[in-house]
T-cell receptor
Framework: NAGVTQTPKFQVLKTGQSMTLQCAQD?????MYWYRQDPGMGLRLIYY???????DKGEVPNGYNVSRLNKREFSLRLESAAPSQTSVYFC??????????FGSGTRLTVV | AQTVTQSQPEMSVQEAETVTLSCTYD???????LFWYKQPPSRQMILVIR??????QNATENRFSVNFQKAAKSFSLKISDSQLGDAAMYFC????????????FGKGTSLLVTP
């Protein structure tokens, strides 16, 4: 099915561990995004990639790194996880004309 | 910092009634798009309605319509004939072309629909 695929769907990490959240889209979209969603805070932009080969910081980039591996894939890495990074993470993509496709989210718990 | 304000953390409506969710935003850009997204407990983000800022006519999608007041930077969502399936979190959002088309979200309004 066409869309945005995020893996994993759930993850529990210990403080200080690292992990990479994967995101892939098969719609040939130029732009991709990573958001985090916390209770009462809505979705906040972590990083985005307006096109292949470019990445930019969003509102809450600290503690994260990203890689736009190719046009399809945009990964989010936590180098040293902290409890404050417990959240639901969403990847999204768009063609820049105002239509977005979201992944189903990754629920990450850091203990 | 978030520049989309949804002043109603929670709203309640009876089935078949009408409810309006409020949203204000702040941008100095003239070219932007506004959105309402629905997020049910499944966490899926579902586009409800979309409005181009340059269009004066308010967007409508079946039972959903918006009241777009550009000068006031207000973008409210009206849900008519509310249904139990409308119960969800609703997020107002906008993007401008100078931010990589990244959506800027409000904190959301939780809508409860009672029988």
């Amino acid at each position: 099915n066409a869309g945005v695929t995020q893996t994993p769907k759930f993850q529990v990490l210990k403080t200080g561990q690292s992990m990479t959240l994967q995101c892939a889209q098969d719609m040939n979209h130029n732009s991709m995004y990573w958001y985090r969603q916390d209770p009462g805070m809505g979705l906040r932009l972590i990083y985005y990639s307006a096109s292949e080969g470019t990445t930019d910081k969003g509102e809450v980039p600290n503690g994260y790194n990203v890689s736009r591996l190719n046009k399809r894939e945009f990964s989010l890495r936590l180098e040293s996880a902290a409890p404050s990074q417990t959240s639901v993470y969403f990847c999204a993509s768009s063609v820049g004309t105002g239509y977005y496709t979201f992944g189903s989210g990754t629920r990450l718990t850091v203990v | 910092a978030q520049t989309v304000t949804q002043s109603q953390p929670e709203m309640s409506v009876q089935e078949a009634e009408t409810v309006t969710l409020s949203c204000t935003y702040d941008t100095s850009e003239s070219d932007y798009y506004l959105f309402w997204y629905k997020q049910p407990p499944s966490r899926q983000m579902i586009l409800v309605i979309r409005q181009e800022a340059y269009k004066q006519q308010n967007a409508t999608e079946n039972r959903f319509s918006v009241n777009f007041q550009k000068a006031a930077k207000s973008f409210s969502l009206k849900i008519s004939d509310s249904q139990l399936g409308d119960a969800a979190m609703y997020f107002c959002a906008y993007y401008t072309s100078n931010s990589g088309y990244a959506l800027n979200f409000g904190k959301g309004t939780s809508l409860l629909v009672t029988p």
